[in-house]
C-alpha cells in the first residue's frame, strides 16, 4: 500500500537537502529510501521555488550506476538517447513508464503470491518460501512439500514505540494497545511466539493487518504502539523510532528463530525427483560459495538499494546451511522443520493438526 501524503524537501542555495516534515537535513540515501519505500515527495529549490525533483532523481541513478552493477547498459541509453528531439519522445516516455510499472507490479505479484502461483502450475519450485504461507497453504489442504531449508535467520522484529517505556521487562502494559502486523507471513509469527513467551493477553490488542512500510510509517506517525516488520529497509525505518521488544539473546534463550523453505507440489516431486535432487544439489554448491567469499555483498546491495554495510549487517544473521547440516538438524523424526511447522500451525489455528504438517516434511532429496 502506498502512502498519498506527498512529503515536501527543499534544497538550499548550500546543496543541503533538507526534509520539512522530518524537520532534519537529509541526504541522496535518504531520497533512495522515501522511493523504495514508496513515500511521495516533491524536492523544490529554495531559493526559486522551481520544482527539482527530477533532477535530483537523475543524481541517484547516475550514483547507482557508478556505485553498483549498472541497470543501464551502453545500447539501452543509446536507444533512450535516439529518443531525444523526435516526434516519439513523449510516446516513448510514456511506454517506458508503464512498462516498468507493469515489470513492478509482476515482481510484487512474485513475492506475494508464490504459493498461489505454484498451485496453479506457472512455476515448479519456490525457493525462499516463508514457513508461514507454506504451513497456511497445507492446512488449507494444498498439496505441498518441504525439501529443504532455504535458510535460516533471526525472527523478525516487534519494534515498540520509543517513549513508551516498554520492554521484555513489562510487556504485559502492550494489553490493550494498537499493532501493525502483517498478518499471515514470518513477522506474523514471531509477533505470536514473542507475546505467548512473555505473557502477553493478544485478545486485548487491537492488531491492524499492515506492509512493512506502511508499519513502519505508522508506527513513526505514532498511528500504533508496536510494528511487527520484516526488509531491511522497513526495519530500518521502524529502529529509527522504536526498539525490538526482545534482544536477540532473549530470542534465542526463548527458543524463536525462523527459516525459509523450499517447497514443490506433490506432482512435481513425484515426476522429477532427479530433477528436485539436481536443483538442491547446485543450491548447496551456490550456499558454499557464499559463505567462502564476501564478493558477492556488493551485487545484493545494489538489488536491494541498500548500502554494502547495511547489507552486511542485515544478513549478518542469515545462515544457508549445508545439505548435511540441514539433514542433521531440520530433517528426520525429531527434526527441527516438522516440530516448527507444526508449532506455527498451532499458532494460526487450533485445530492444527501438527501431523499432517509434519507428513509434508520431505527431506529425502537431500541424500
Not at 514505540?161 to 521484555?168: V, W
Request: proline residues 3%; hydrophobic residues 40%.
Amino acid at each position: 500500500m502506498e502512502n498519498n501524503k506527498k512529503r515536501v524537501i527543499k534544497k538550499y542555495p548550500n546543496r543541503r537537502l533538507y526534509d520539512t516534515e522530518e524537520s532534519r537535513y537529509v541526504t541522496l540515501t535518504d531520497i533512495k529510501k522515501l522511493v523504495t519505500e514508496r513515500i511521495h515527495f516533491s524536492v523544490t529549490d529554495k531559493k526559486t521555488g522551481e520544482d527539482i525533483t527530477r533532477s535530483i532523481l537523475l543524481q541517484i541513478i547516475t550514483e547507482q550506476e557508478e556505485e553498483g552493477e549498472p541497470l543501464f547498459t551502453v545500447e539501452a541509453l543509446e536507444k533512450i538517447i535516439g529518443f531525444y528531439g523526435k516526434s516519439v519522445q513523449s510516446l516513448a516516455g510514456d511506454c517506458l513508464c508503464q512498462s516498468l510499472a507493469i515489470f513492478q507490479q509482476q515482481q510484487e505479484k512474485i513475492q506475494v503470491q508464490m504459493t498461489e502461483a505454484m498451485l496453479a502450475g506457472d512455476i515448479d519450485i519456490a525457493y525462499s518460501q516463508g514457513l508461514a504461507p507454506f504451513v497456511t497453504a497445507i492446512q488449507q489442504g494444498h498439496p505441498l512439500k518441504m525439501v529443504a531449508v532455504a535458510m535460516v535467520y533471526e525472527a523478525n522484529d516487534c519494534f515498540v514505540k520509543n517513549g513508551l517505556g516498554i520492554d521484555s521487562s513489562n510487556a504485559s502494559e502492550l494489553e490493550g494497545k494498537t499493532v501493525a502486523v502483517p498478518l499471515n507471513t514470518m513477522a506474523d509469527f514471531a509477533f505470536k511466539s514473542y507475546m505467548n513467551a512473555l505473557s502477553v493477553d493478544m485478545s486485548t490488542m487491537t492488531i491492524v493487518d499492515q506492509a512493512p512500510p506502511d508499519g513502519a510509517k505508522s508506527l513513526a506517525d505514532g498511528a500504533v504502539d508496536m510494528a511487527c516488520i520484516f526488509g531491511g529497509n522497513s526495519s530500518k525505518a521502524a529502529g529509527e523510532v522504536g526498539t525490538p521488544i526482545m534482544t536477540s539473546a532473549q530470542k534465542v534463550e526463548a527458543g524463536i528463530g525462523s527459516f525459509d523453505v523450499i517447497s514443490v507440489t506433490e506432482k512435481f516431486a513425484t515426476e522429477n525427483p532427479e530433477l528436485l535432487r539436481t536443483f538442491l544439489d547446485v543450491t548447496d554448491e551456490a550456499n558454499a560459495a557464499w559463505k567462502a567469499s564476501d564478493a558477492q555483498l556488493a551485487k545484493v546491495a545494489a538489488d536491494a538499494g541498500m548500502s554494502v554495510p547495511d547489507v552486511t549487517s542485515q544478513m549478518a544473521g542469515m545462515i544457508f546451511m549445508s545439505e548435511e547440516e540441514q539433514l542433521a538438524k531440520y530433517f528426520g523424526k525429531d527434526g527441527i522443520a516438522a516440530s516448527a511447522a507444526a508449532a506455527l500451525g498451532t499458532l494460526f489455528s487450533d485445530s492444527s493438526d501438527g501431523l499432517t504438517i509434519a507428513k509434508t516434511i520431505d527431506g529425502s532429496f537431500l541424500d
